[in-house]
C-alpha cells in the first residue's frame, strides 16, 4: 500500500518562533498570550510542550529536539505565564556529546562536554 508524503504527520517543523514568543510573554496574562499564539498556529500542542497546566506536568527544561533545550512554563494561580525554574541559563546545563551544538532557550551552553557523565539525566521530561 502506498502513501502519501502529505499526510498528517507533522515532521521537520521549527517551533522557535513559538518558543521565544512564550518566554517573551513571561509576566503576562495567560488567556491572552494562548489566544494570541493559538492564532498563529494550526495546531495547538507545540504550546503544551513548554506550558504546564497542572503543577505534575511542570518541569525546569524541556528538551525539544537533540540538541534544543528551552525554559519550562507553566500558568500560576493568578494566570499569568510563569517559568517553572527562573535561576536555570545556559551555563546550567551540560551537553550531552561534543558533536552538537546544544542551546537553551537559544543560546549556545556554556559548560563543556565532560565525557557520558552529564547533568541532563535520562527521563529528564523530554517531549522530542
Given at each position: 500500500?502506498?502513501?502519501?508524503?502529505?499526510?498528517?504527520?507533522?515532521?521537520?517543523?521549527?517551533?522557535?518562533?513559538?518558543?521565544?514568543?512564550?518566554?517573551?510573554?513571561?509576566?503576562?496574562?495567560?488567556?491572552?498570550?494562548?489566544?494570541?499564539?493559538?492564532?498563529?498556529?494550526?495546531?495547538?500542542?507545540?504550546?503544551?510542550?513548554?506550558?504546564?497546566?497542572?503543577?505534575?506536568?511542570?518541569?525546569?527544561?524541556?528538551?525539544?529536539?537533540?540538541?534544543?533545550?528551552?525554559?519550562?512554563?507553566?500558568?500560576?494561580?493568578?494566570?499569568?505565564?510563569?517559568?517553572?525554574?527562573?535561576?536555570?541559563?545556559?551555563?546550567?546545563?551540560?551537553?550531552?556529546?561534543k558533536c552538537c551544538t546544544?542551546?537553551?532557550?537559544?543560546?549556545r551552553f556554556t559548560r563543556?562536554?565532560?565525557?557520558?557523565?552529564?547533568?541532563?539525566?535520562?527521563?529528564?521530561?523530554?517531549?522530542?
Amino acid at each position: 500500500m502506498r502513501r502519501s508524503m502529505h499526510g498528517k504527520a507533522h515532521r521537520g517543523r521549527d517551533y522557535t518562533p513559538l518558543f521565544k514568543f512564550l518566554l517573551s510573554k513571561v509576566g503576562q496574562p495567560w488567556n491572552q498570550v494562548h489566544s494570541e499564539a493559538v492564532s498563529r498556529l494550526d495546531r495547538e500542542e507545540p504550546i503544551f510542550w513548554l506550558v504546564a497546566l497542572q503543577e505534575s506536568e511542570r518541569r525546569d527544561y524541556v528538551r525539544v529536539s537533540e540538541s534544543s533545550y528551552y525554559s519550562g512554563l507553566y500558568v500560576d494561580s493568578q494566570g499569568l505565564l510563569q517559568r517553572v525554574n527562573p535561576s536555570l541559563d545556559s551555563s546550567s546545563l551540560e551537553p550531552m556529546c561534543k558533536c552538537c551544538t546544544h542551546t537553551f532557550n537559544g543560546v549556545r551552553f556554556t559548560r563543556p562536554f565532560r565525557g557520558l557523565r552529564s547533568s541532563i539525566e535520562p527521563g529528564d521530561g523530554s517531549v522530542v
